[in-house]
Protein backbone atom coordinates (compact mmCIF):
# COMPACT_ATOMS: atom_id res chain seq x y z
CA UNK A 1 0.00 0.00 0.00
CA UNK A 2 1.51 3.51 -1.07
CA UNK A 3 0.92 6.19 1.54
CA UNK A 4 0.87 9.80 1.77
CA UNK A 5 1.33 12.10 4.39
CA UNK A 6 -0.86 14.98 4.66
CA UNK A 7 1.87 17.37 4.90
CA UNK A 8 1.90 17.72 1.53
CA UNK A 9 -1.41 18.29 1.06
CA UNK A 10 -2.22 22.02 -1.03
CA UNK A 11 -4.69 24.02 -1.49
CA UNK A 12 -5.25 26.91 -3.44
CA UNK A 13 -8.14 30.07 -3.88
CA UNK A 14 -7.68 31.53 -6.56
CA UNK A 15 -9.68 35.41 -5.75
CA UNK A 16 -12.29 35.66 -8.18
CA UNK A 17 -11.54 39.80 -8.86
CA UNK A 18 -7.86 39.67 -9.52
CA UNK A 19 -6.94 36.05 -10.36
CA UNK A 20 -4.35 35.75 -8.30
CA UNK A 21 -3.60 32.04 -6.68
CA UNK A 22 -3.20 32.28 -2.63
CA UNK A 23 -1.30 29.22 -1.68
CA UNK A 24 -3.83 28.94 1.80
CA UNK A 25 -2.65 25.43 2.62
CA UNK A 26 0.72 26.60 4.46
CA UNK A 27 -1.23 28.46 6.82
CA UNK A 28 -4.01 24.69 7.31
CA UNK A 29 -3.92 22.23 9.48
CA UNK A 30 -7.01 20.48 9.03
CA UNK A 31 -8.91 19.87 5.69
CA UNK A 32 -11.59 17.54 4.17
CA UNK A 33 -12.73 17.77 0.57
CA UNK A 34 -15.94 15.30 0.13
CA UNK A 35 -17.89 14.29 -2.74
CA UNK A 36 -21.34 12.98 -2.73
CA UNK A 37 -24.14 11.91 -4.33
CA UNK A 38 -27.57 12.59 -3.87
CA UNK A 39 -30.50 10.35 -3.68
CA UNK A 40 -34.01 10.20 -5.12
CA UNK A 41 -36.67 8.15 -3.03
CA UNK A 42 -38.36 5.93 -5.90
CA UNK A 43 -40.66 3.39 -3.50
CA UNK A 44 -43.86 2.39 -5.22
CA UNK A 45 -46.74 0.92 -3.92
CA UNK A 46 -46.59 -3.28 -3.21
CA UNK A 47 -42.97 -2.50 -1.87
CA UNK A 48 -41.77 -3.66 1.63
CA UNK A 49 -38.57 -1.93 1.33
CA UNK A 50 -37.78 1.73 0.40
CA UNK A 51 -36.06 2.40 -3.40
CA UNK A 52 -33.71 5.22 -4.25
CA UNK A 53 -31.99 6.03 -6.81
CA UNK A 54 -28.76 8.13 -7.03
CA UNK A 55 -29.16 11.77 -8.16
CA UNK A 56 -27.06 14.26 -8.68
CA UNK A 57 -23.61 14.97 -7.49
CA UNK A 58 -22.96 17.01 -4.63
CA UNK A 59 -19.90 17.80 -1.72
CA UNK A 60 -18.55 20.03 0.44
CA UNK A 61 -14.99 21.28 1.11
CA UNK A 62 -13.80 23.05 4.35
CA UNK A 63 -9.82 23.82 6.23
CA UNK A 64 -9.10 25.21 8.75
CA UNK A 65 -5.41 25.83 10.90
CA UNK A 66 -3.53 28.60 12.97
CA UNK A 67 -4.77 32.22 12.58
CA UNK A 68 -1.60 34.42 10.42
CA UNK A 69 -1.70 38.24 10.85
CA UNK A 70 -0.06 38.57 7.31
CA UNK A 71 -1.22 40.14 4.55
CA UNK A 72 -1.67 37.45 2.44
CA UNK A 73 -2.58 34.96 5.75
CA UNK A 74 -6.01 33.88 5.62
CA UNK A 75 -7.97 36.64 7.86
CA UNK A 76 -6.88 38.80 5.15
CA UNK A 77 -7.76 36.17 1.88
CA UNK A 78 -10.23 34.16 3.19
CA UNK A 79 -13.02 36.52 5.50
CA UNK A 80 -13.68 39.34 2.67
CA UNK A 81 -14.23 35.92 0.04
CA UNK A 82 -17.43 35.25 2.37
CA UNK A 83 -20.84 34.58 0.04
CA UNK A 84 -18.71 34.96 -3.08
CA UNK A 85 -18.26 32.01 -5.84
CA UNK A 86 -14.47 31.14 -5.77
CA UNK A 87 -11.97 28.55 -7.32
CA UNK A 88 -10.08 26.19 -5.82
CA UNK A 89 -7.51 23.56 -6.65
CA UNK A 90 -6.86 20.76 -4.08
CA UNK A 91 -3.38 18.67 -4.28
CA UNK A 92 -3.71 16.11 -1.63
CA UNK A 93 -0.31 15.12 -2.60
CA UNK A 94 1.29 18.37 -3.29
CA UNK A 95 2.41 19.83 -5.71
CA UNK A 96 3.74 18.42 -9.56
CA UNK A 97 3.52 17.27 -12.93
CA UNK A 98 1.59 13.94 -12.83
CA UNK A 99 0.21 14.16 -9.42
CA UNK A 100 -3.81 14.36 -8.56
CA UNK A 101 -5.67 17.77 -8.39
CA UNK A 102 -9.56 18.91 -8.08
CA UNK A 103 -10.78 21.93 -9.59
CA UNK A 104 -13.96 23.43 -8.32
CA UNK A 105 -15.56 26.28 -7.91
CA UNK A 106 -17.47 27.15 -4.50
CA UNK A 107 -19.68 29.81 -2.41
CA UNK A 108 -17.86 30.40 0.05
CA UNK A 109 -20.51 30.23 3.13
CA UNK A 110 -18.74 30.63 6.54
CA UNK A 111 -14.82 32.05 7.56
CA UNK A 112 -14.52 31.66 11.42
CA UNK A 113 -12.15 32.80 14.16
CA UNK A 114 -11.96 31.32 17.30
CA UNK A 115 -10.15 33.02 20.38
CA UNK A 116 -9.55 30.33 23.27
CA UNK A 117 -8.12 32.02 26.55
CA UNK A 118 -5.14 29.64 26.74
CA UNK A 119 -3.83 28.89 23.37
CA UNK A 120 -3.30 30.27 19.82
CA UNK A 121 -5.88 32.14 17.79
CA UNK A 122 -7.75 29.76 15.20
CA UNK A 123 -9.41 30.27 11.46
CA UNK A 124 -12.14 27.81 9.79
CA UNK A 125 -13.67 27.72 6.13
CA UNK A 126 -16.70 26.14 5.22
CA UNK A 127 -17.62 26.47 1.36
CA UNK A 128 -20.62 24.86 -0.92
CA UNK A 129 -19.20 23.46 -4.08
CA UNK A 130 -21.07 24.67 -7.28
CA UNK A 131 -21.45 22.31 -10.94
CA UNK A 132 -18.38 19.51 -11.58
CA UNK A 133 -15.32 18.81 -10.25
CA UNK A 134 -12.63 18.49 -12.69
CA UNK A 135 -10.57 16.25 -11.57
CA UNK A 136 -7.12 15.65 -13.59
CA UNK A 137 -3.88 15.24 -13.09
CA UNK A 138 -1.39 18.42 -12.82
CA UNK A 139 0.11 19.33 -15.79
CA UNK A 140 2.96 21.44 -13.79
Same mark, same amino acid.
Given at each position: ?????? &???? %? %???????????? %????????????????????????????????????? =????? &????????? $???? &????? $????? &?? $?????????????????????????? =???? $????????????? %???????
Amino acid at each position: MATVHS &KRTV %I %IVVHPDTGVEYE %IGQFAQDSNCEQSSGTEENTTYGKNSQVFDPTLYTGA =FGCSG &KYDSSTTGP $RAIL &KPLRG $RKVWF &KY $RPEGSGAGLPQDYFEAVVTKYVETAP =FAGY $RTWALETQPSDDW %ITDPQTT
